[in-house]
């Protein structure tokens, strides 16, 4: 690594969603053991980068939107919010800058930093593998580097001629920490002879408040001679509307919001009905057997599946090349499957070995037991950072 500016690091983070939020706060913290505390942040993120010391310029809800239908509406203040973003980039001048994945803002962000002559980092290299590859293109006038999270992807970008760093994926970095499981349970007052089972709507407002109702009917029929207790992660902005919801279920529900409560709420699960996303990766290392459900709305779908190139959408799967966890996507995502899925989880002893079995190699090939992610990904953006003080 080459020698320190004279100067301590002035670093831009921008984060697009609620996912890019966390691994902000973690690469902040890991920033600052390799940097030192001198290292100074500003940008846009959510709570967790909040709470890491980041004042972001605008609330992460104003760009966290995803679908079609979605984007139109909110248009106008996206594109607000790129200029306003460009604009405090140039001012702050910073060393560097890291995007950190949701491409469709954060790269328009990136590509005018760069034209002013700003050094960029993306954090999260984008599924360009999983559909229209073509847009690899304009990633070079984009970003002077990417840290991808799966061993796959530095091949697939070198084409690119973008220099692509290979830094693994958060989900490892909780692996090795003890989870108490039973601490749980009793903390939140989960009956002895009750099953858990982990509900992950998401994070985006839209999706929860899309996922919940499907949810709802399916855990009515899952609960049919069942004792369940579903443990419902998620973030401080989503608590209220599901607690509302859960006040209608058939099951009683916990409600955890606290970040360092999710390990052990995981943990406490005997499967998980999830939706597609950064999730379904923490589950596969944690060994959580699971159904991915997803539903966008219709023209979204209709969009997606004529662009998407991959075979599945949850990335167990699409590490280990086959359908080792249920996928109930958009027309299959009813509440009689998702029931019918979770329940062969629930009963069948078999089908639980298989797929935890499975789980396990996803994390042999993730990783687990090495280096935390945020720590290598601090290191290169500490040395590119360097590199151009």
């Known amino acids: 690594m080459t020698g320190g500016p004279a100067h301590p690091l002035k670093i831009f983070v921008v984060a697009g969603e609620p996912s890019g939020d966390v691994l902000g706060a973690k690469l902040m913290a890991a920033l600052r053991d390799i940097a030192g505390e001198g290292v100074t942040f500003s ?35 996206i594109l607000s919010r790129i200029r306003e973003t460009v604009s405090a980039i140039a001012a702050n001048r910073p060393d ?3 995007t950190i994945d949701a491409p469709s803002f954060t790269l328009r ?13 993306h954090y999260v290299a984008p599924q360009y593998w999983a559909w229209r590859p ?35 994926h958060p989900a490892i970095e909780g692996a090795s920490s003890a989870r108490d499981p039973a601490s749980f349970r009793t903390r ?22 899309r996922m919940l109702p499907i949810y709802a009917d399916a855990l009515a029929l899952l609960s049919q001679g069942r004792t369940l207790h579903a443990v419902v992660p998620t973030v401080v ?8 919801a859960a006040a209608g279920w058939p099951i009683p529900a916990t409600i955890v919001d606290v970040p360092e409560e999710k390990g052990d709420a995981i943990a406490a699960a005997a499967a998980a009905l999830t939706v597609s996303g950064t999730i379904t990766t923490e589950l596969a290392v944690a060994g959580v057997p699971m159904v991915v459900a997803y539903r966008g709305d219709e023209i979204s779908a209709r969009v997606a599946r004529r662009l998407i190139k991959v075979r599945y959408a949850a990335m167990p799967n699409l590490i280990l090349d086959r359908a080792a966890v249920p996928e109930l996507l958009q027309w299959d995502c009813t509440p009689e499957k998702l029931a019918t899925e979770l329940a062969r989880l629930l009963d069948d002893p078999s089908a639980r070995a298989a797929q935890r079995e499975a789980l396990a190699e996803v994390g042999r090939r993730l990783g687990v037991g090495g280096e935390k992610p945020s720590v290598r990904a601090a290191r290169v953006v500490v040395e590119i950072a360097r590199k151009r003080g």
Do not use: N
């Open 134 to 168: 073509g847009r690899m293109r304009k990633l070079s006038r984009r970003v002077d580097h990417l840290m991808a999270l799966f061993p796959f992807e530095p091949a697939f970008f070198a084409a690119s001629g973008v220099p692509t760093h290979y830094v693994g």
């Open 237 to 244: 902005a989503r608590r209220d509307r599901i607690v509302a």
């Open 43 to 77: 940008g846009v993120g959510g709570e967790r980068m909040t709470a890491a010391g980041l004042r972001s310029l605008f609330p992460l809800e104003d760009i966290a939107v995803m679908g079609f239908l979605q984007v139109v509406p909110k248009l106008p203040r």
């Open 188 to 209: 939140h007052r989960i009956a002895p002879d009750a099953t858990v089972l982990a509900v992950l709507p998401g994070s985006r407002g839209h999706l929860v408040e």
């Open 96 to 98: 560097v800058v890291v």
């Open 109 to 121: 962000v990136a590509e005018q930093a760069r034209q002013a002559g700003v050094t960029v980092v």
